[in-house]
């Protein structure tokens, strides 16, 4: 790497970067292997005058179909969101990460419907499964249809997930690709403690690197892929993470610095580190995140803002039609 590689060139050497944006031009812009959506996401981008044609063309697509009502609305959403990830597709080299409705975090069949589904959308435009991530909340009936997914070759990403026991339980259930929130997580010791954190003593970067320093070290072979980030510090701190979701902004910065960046997450070190294993079963997942207030509480959150955005689109596409 030469001496004015950019921070975010130098990221690259250590580190699979993905796009957490539904904004297709930033990521011509910084060409990351992998990009992620979410229903906040969608909601934005389908309010850019930019990106209309896609619900146009969906709405427009779908209207012979017979539906009406509640049913015509979730087909034409299911058809608006693998229609952005086909688009993705066609930029980024990897994978597109598509949510499932954040409703469903609580019901395993609904959400192994859901997932099926989708996949099966793509499979008819021609895409291969193994470009899809499936995304679901990490709640235990969100890990429980992951680990049926999975088995029947549907990849998953566990996402809003804030602790160690909801990664151990991804783990277990050979997920491929879990996302920790570190920015969420120190919001909430922000605003719990009444102080700021940088560097490595930030709560969200600790809790990713725990969760790495665990998978490296018993042999794991789900992803640890850091999201929701807040500042380049806590992006730097996890240089070395299996992927790093980012946002435009904060690969703007760091394709504008050429400051240095060294690796913090190593899969050697963390297989020597001194860690006891932890046996999980769905009574000591749920002690242990009953026990973990901030995981408790920002899953539960997550899964409230991301079910809000997806009444918004609703609303939404109920004024197109």
Request: aromatic share 8%.
């Amino acid at each position: 790497m030469s001496a004015t590689a950019t921070q975010l060139d130098q990221l690259k050497t250590f580190t699979t970067v993905v796009a957490d944006t539904g904004d297709f031009e930033s990521m011509r812009a910084f060409k990351p292997q992998d990009a992620t959506t979410n229903p906040s996401l969608i909601y934005a981008a389908t309010q850019k005058a930019d990106y209309a044609f896609i619900l146009d063309k969906v709405i427009a697509d779908r209207a012979g179909t017979g539906l009406s009502g509640k049913a015509q609305i979730e087909d034409i959403i299911d058809h608006v969101l693998v229609a952005f990830g086909s688009e993705i597709l066609t930029i980024v080299p990897g994978r597109v990460s598509t949510e499932t409705d954040a409703r469903l975090s609580f019901d395993t069949s609904g959400t192994l419907a859901k997932a099926r589904q989708l996949i099966g959308m793509y499979e008819a435009r021609g895409i291969s499964r193994e470009r899809i991530l499936i995304k679901i909340a990490s709640t235990w009936e969100g890990i429980k249809a992951a680990e049926i997914l999975e088995k029947e070759g549907i990849c998953c990403n566990l996402t809003l997930l804030f602790s160690l026991a909801q990664a151990i339980a991804c783990a277990e259930a050979k997920v491929q690709l879990i996302s920790p929130f570190v920015g969420r997580i120190y919001d909430w010791f922000k605003a719990a403690m009444k102080r700021d954190y940088t560097g490595a003593e930030d709560p969200g970067v600790q809790s990713v690197a725990s969760i790495y320093e665990y998978y490296k070290k018993f042999g794991y072979k789900t992803e640890v892929m850091g999201a929701s980030f807040r500042n380049v510090s806590q992006i730097v701190e996890l240089a070395g993470c299996d992927l790093l979701t980012i946002s435009p902004d904060l690969l703007a910065k760091l394709a504008a610095s050429e400051e240095a960046i060294t690796r913090k997450l190593d899969p050697a070190a963390a297989a020597a580190a001194n860690i006891e294993k932890i046996a999980l079963d769905e009574k000591t997942f749920r002690f242990l995140m009953n026990e973990d207030a901030m995981a408790t509480e920002k899953t539960a959150e997550g899964i409230r803002k991301f079910s809000a955005d997806i009444v918004k689109l609703e609303q939404f596409i109920a004024t197109k039609l």
